[in-house]
């Protein structure tokens, strides 16, 4: 039996989870990239691209099934303000920013984070990377998630953004970024 191989859907690497297959996308975790599983998705006619995304491991195994309830979880962005904006900007709430400056500008943000998630919950999310910053995932390249960030919920059907507020959450309108912010190999 070959060591690299899909089962319903997963790939499966020396049996591990290392990702998933869906409409001709392959969306594999970033750990497993190596010449072995490049050349497998390569010769795979039914794949017509590869998105490496952080967290697609921890996802499937969270999952405890072959991939079903995975697929029904959206990745995450988290947008941060970029360090040349008005300093007045940062650390407010959504009201006080939308009075100061206008609703939030995707102009003035950069994407910190692209990756899977275990959760959908914007409060959980909100744990993940808003904590002390010592385990934030890998890939993130930002500050621990604070006021005046962005957590933008995306699938192959769209995306929802969120303002983290000073308590909880307030949904917003953001303009959508131009291409996925994850690394992309077509084949």
């Known amino acids: 039996m070959s060591q690299v191989r899909i089962e319903n859907g997963i790939i499966m690497f020396y049996g591990n989870k290392a990702g998933r297959v869906e409409d001709g996308c392959a969306v594999v975790d970033p750990m497993f990239k190596g010449e072995e599983i490049s050349r497998f998705l390569e010769r795979q006619r039914h794949i017509r691209e590869v998105r490496w995304m952080d967290g697609m491991f921890d996802r499937l195994m969270a999952g405890g ?84 960030d962005v957590l933008e919920l995306y699938d192959s059907t769209g995306s929802s953004f969120y303002y983290v507020d000073r308590t909880g959450f307030q949904e917003m309108e953001f303009a959508a970024p131009q291409q996925a912010q994850g690394q992309t190999m077509q084949l």
């Open 65 to 148: 099934q072959e991939g079903t309830a995975a697929q029904g979880l959206k990745n995450v962005r988290v947008w941060q303000l970029k360090p040349d904006v008005d300093v007045y900007m940062k650390f407010i709430g959504y009201e006080e920013t939308c009075r100061k400056f206008g609703p939030p500008d995707q102009e003035n943000y950069h994407a910190v984070y692209d990756g899977a998630a275990e959760t959908n919950d914007l409060e959980a999310l909100y744990m993940k990377f808003g904590n002390d910053g010592s385990a934030l995932p890998a890939g993130y390249r930002g500050h621990s998630l604070s006021m005046s």
